[in-house]
């Protein structure tokens, strides 16, 4: 059964009554491409099968054609990872597509292969990095998804730097690459110039005046430049598109890509406004992206949305005050739903006495309240000298 029949039965998720998009996870292609965040082999292995216990819909392996090391994970990653649609990238050249082929051999055999093509749309990449006329690059473009497709009936094309294409020009270029064979075109916001409503508005257009769009599912890959990668992402998907290219941690090339687990779980969270949802296990998110720090030596930022330590922490009084009283005053989702045990109240200069007590009551202290008066104040001048109270401190001060 091949991958084209696989990603029309389950676009529509009759659980939920919301279109299913896919998560196309790049974190070992696009993530691993970042200055410092390069993987070997068994460490690409290791974050694929991770990937894949998740259920992320396709895994975009590496690049075959860069080097003999990615040639060689991808293709451990074709025979070894079993449940996603594993993909390799390559571009518009003979040399790479069959390098491609080669490598995820095994996955397409298991009409799980996917081969990825791209080629740069925009008027400054043909000029100044391809020297190509645009004429050029159609035929390019039409000649590379069928050589593609004479090795599997899943084939992506993507054109690069398309939100900076001229958009009649897009338009044509998609309409040949889906009449050629592609299952999947991509609209790249390679240097994540866009924003929210010109992106939104593309894919529109796209959907509006490309006659043969609906023979493909339409996919978003944004960059973090301008900080709009997963808004822009998300905007796509309110357009009409049914997938989202992203990384673990938002990992990519120089600001980085969607991050996955915030794409995801905006979803989640707001899927009666997007009407829209994924199958990704989400309570592996924080599992995943811890995995990937460890491979990389590459903490996450402390107030990183969903997985930063941060993200389910509360210090201030008002916040711990309410949160004590109920959890959906300062929390949109469950530290649970993502893989975190609990939330975190953290003890500091800003902790009111609610959180105060509460902490006292788990290490179990029963206090009268005047004991508990005085060991707040001293807490209170504590907490001016020091950024965090620990259990240990509270203990001291009791022990006064």
């Not at 000649?143 to 084939?155: E, G, R």
């Not at 030596?297 to 201030?316: C, D, L, T, W, Y």
């Amino acid at each position: 059964m091949g991958t084209d029949f696989f990603i029309r039965k389950f676009c529509w998720n009759y659980k939920y009554m919301s279109r299913k998009i896919l998560i196309f996870d790049t974190t070992l292609r696009d993530g691993e491409q970042s200055p410092g965040f390069s993987m070997n082999i068994e460490e690409k292995i290791l974050m694929a099968k991770q990937l894949a216990f998740m259920k992320v819909d396709i895994i975009e392996a590496g690049f075959p054609i860069a080097s003999e090391g990615d040639f060689l994970a991808v293709k451990r990653i074709a025979e070894e990872v079993e449940g996603p649609i594993i993909c390799a990238l390559a571009r518009t050249l003979d040399s790479d597509i069959d390098r491609a082929a080669e490598a995820i051999k095994s996955a397409i055999t298991r009409g799980r292969g996917r081969i990825h093509i791209f080629i740069a749309t925009s008027d400054i990449h043909l000029q100044y990095k391809l020297k190509k006329t645009r004429e050029e690059a159609l035929v390019i473009a039409i000649a590379a998804v069928k050589k593609a497709k004479s090795y599997t009936s899943d084939v992506e094309f993507s054109a690069e730097d398309a939100t900076r294409s001229d958009i009649n020009w897009l338009c044509q270029i998609v309409e040949a690459a889906i009449n050629a064979g592609a299952t999947t075109v991509n609209i790249p916001d390679t240097v994540g110039y866009t924003t929210p409503f010109e992106y939104k508005e593309i894919i529109k257009t796209l959907i509006a005046r490309v006659p043969n769009i609906k023979q493909a599912v339409i996919s978003c890959h944004c960059h973090n430049d301008l900080g709009l990668a997963v808004a822009n992402s998300l905007a796509g998907v309110l357009a009409g598109a049914g997938q989202v290219e992203c990384t673990v941690n938002g990992i990519g090339e120089r600001a980085g890509n969607a991050a996955m687990e915030e794409v995801v779980m905006a979803l989640r969270t707001r899927e009666k406004y997007f009407e829209a949802i994924t199958e990704i296990v989400t309570e592996k998110i924080i599992a995943s992206s811890r995995l990937l720090s460890k491979i990389t030596n590459m903490p996450v930022q402390a107030n990183k949305a969903i997985v930063g330590v941060n993200a389910f922490a509360h210090e201030s009084g008002i916040h711990q005050d309410g949160f004590l009283k109920e959890k959906s005053t300062y929390e949109i989702m469950t530290p649970k739903s993502v893989g975190l045990e609990k939330s975190n109240l953290v003890l500091g200069k800003h902790s009111g006495r609610h959180a105060f007590r509460e902490r006292l009551k788990e290490l179990g202290y029963d206090l009268s309240d005047e004991e508990r008066n005085k060991a707040f104040i001293r807490f209170k001048k504590l907490a001016d000298q020091k950024k965090e109270i620990f259990d240990k401190d509270l203990k001291s001060i009791i022990s006064e």
